[in-house]
């Protein structure tokens, strides 16, 4: 179905005209006549199916049938990472180029000085992550009482980074009565939760299975030993010739030494993680992008908002503790109907990881060896003693700073 069947403004149809994009995905179909009805919503889509749309096109042709002059802050958008916000923002700015609606953006990372002087120049919508924007609402920058819209986009990660206490003190400085949207591409029961406290009577949107992975995307299991998956990687890289692959760790110190040991095998490699600066990690990005940089490391920080066109490969150099972040690495690729690999390495002591994101997916994935790399089955027993599947969980919670008595006691810096 085109999008002038949805009675958008013209200004609006006329963007959507500049960037090529003449029929709604399924998750647009659905989702913007109930937001135009001014109906709460909360729908699930995998990503890259088009979910910022959705959002960012009612609400913005809502925004052009009531003008305010000078601009005040009526849309809030909540994401949980730096770079999911600049990917929303880039959007914002794209739909409303022919319109006099002002967008901005305000993220942890960097300065607050900029971000302050756009928010007095004033903005109709609000693109932010939780911590920045209630560091600004400290200061009175960001006052949210006129505020129509709320938009809570990935949710669910939002949830697993440790956001609901934000999320919380932010609810009660918006107005009761506004609109409610909840964005993600997984729901699990504490997303149901957080939904009944947030918003009224909504309807819900859902494309697919719950908790699927795109249906385009090869998912491919290597056995291998776990000192061999870097070699691994880069032989695949390089003799098949792949010129732009994303690869993920589950830490900050994996994802550094594995881009500089890649480079040492010919690779060009940065990595991208929470610990880099803003400007290092949208160089980095940037150069991948271009084609300057063949692969780019990162940990689950850029699981959510990188958004690349085209990427054809991403590699689980380690899969990750919390099996939904499964489908958001994959989801990378295969974006917008388009095909993708997934490969994953496993190594002895790491199968009940990806037996947990079986159990998600409700589905088996084959393992297979790689001829030259098969692994060494008796490292197990005359080498270095494999961690057992509870001392590797004591482990995940160390280094994802869980309590030990719940999972989802989660202490996170804001971002």
Same mark, same amino acid.
């Given at each position: 179905m085109s999008f002038t069947s949805f009675n958008l403004n013209p200004l609006l149809l006329q963007s959507l005209a500049d960037k090529g994009y003449q029929q709604a995905t399924p998750v647009q179909l659905q989702a913007i006549p109930l937001v135009m009805q001014?109906?709460?919503?909360i729908a699930r889509a995998q990503t890259g199916t088009g979910k910022t749309a959705a959002f960012a096109l009612p609400m913005l042709d809502s925004l052009l049938n009531q003008p305010?002059?000078?601009p005040v802050l009526r849309a809030l958008v909540l994401t949980p990472t730096r770079e999911l916000a600049q990917q929303v923002q880039q959007s914002f700015v794209a739909y409303a180029k022919h319109t006099t609606l002002v967008s901005t953006i305000a993220y942890g990372g960097v300065s607050l000085n900029p971000q302050i002087t756009a928010l007095k120049?004033?903005?109709?919508?609000?693109?932010?992550?939780?911590?920045?924007?209630?560091?600004?609402?400290?200061?009175g920058v960001v006052v949210l009482d006129k505020l129509a819209f709320l938009v809570l986009d990935e949710a669910d990660r939002m949830l697993d980074m440790g956001f609901i206490n934000d999320i919380k003190r932010i609810i009660r400085k918006v107005p009761v009565q506004r609109q409610t949207l909840l964005f993600s591409a997984t729901f699990d029961n504490n997303l149901l939760d957080l939904s009944k406290m947030l918003l009224n009577d909504p309807k819900s949107v859902e494309i697919d299975a719950q908790n699927t992975a795109a249906s385009q995307v090869e998912q491919i299991i290597y056995n291998v030993d776990a000192d061999r998956k870097r070699e691994l990687i880069s032989y695949l890289i390089g003799s098949k010739n792949w010129q732009q692959v994303l690869i993920f760790t589950r830490t900050k110190i994996?994802?550094?030494?594995?881009?500089?040991e890649m480079c040492k095998d010919g690779v060009k490699t940065q990595s991208i993680h929470g610990d880099k600066s803003q400007g290092a990690r949208e160089k980095a990005l940037a150069d991948f992008k271009s084609g300057q940089v063949r692969a780019l490391v990162a940990t689950d920080v850029a699981a959510r908002g990188l958004d690349i066109s085209d990427l054809k490969y991403v590699i689980n150099y380690e899969l990750p503790y919390i099996a939904e972040d499964y489908i958001h690495r994959i989801g990378r690729t295969g974006r917008a109907g388009s095909s993708g690999t997934a490969i994953s390495l496993l190594s002895v002591g790491e199968e009940? @990881?990806? &037996? &947990?994101?079986?159990?998600?997916?409700?589905?088996? @994935?084959?393992?297979?060896? @790689?001829?030259?790399?098969e692994p060494d089955l008796t490292k197990a027993v005359k080498g270095k003693k494999i961690d057992s599947k509870s001392a590797l969980k004591s482990k995940m919670k160390k280094q994802l700073g869980l309590k030990s008595t719940s999972s989802k006691s989660k202490q996170r810096k804001r971002r």
């Open positions: 001014q109906q709460d919503v305010i002059q000078p120049a004033g903005a109709d919508i609000l693109v932010a992550t939780p911590g920045r924007l209630l560091d600004l609402m400290e200061k994996a994802a550094d030494a594995l881009a500089k009940w @990881l990806l &037996e &947990e994101i079986e159990t998600l997916l409700n589905e088996r @994935l084959p393992q297979q060896w @790689l001829a030259g790399y």
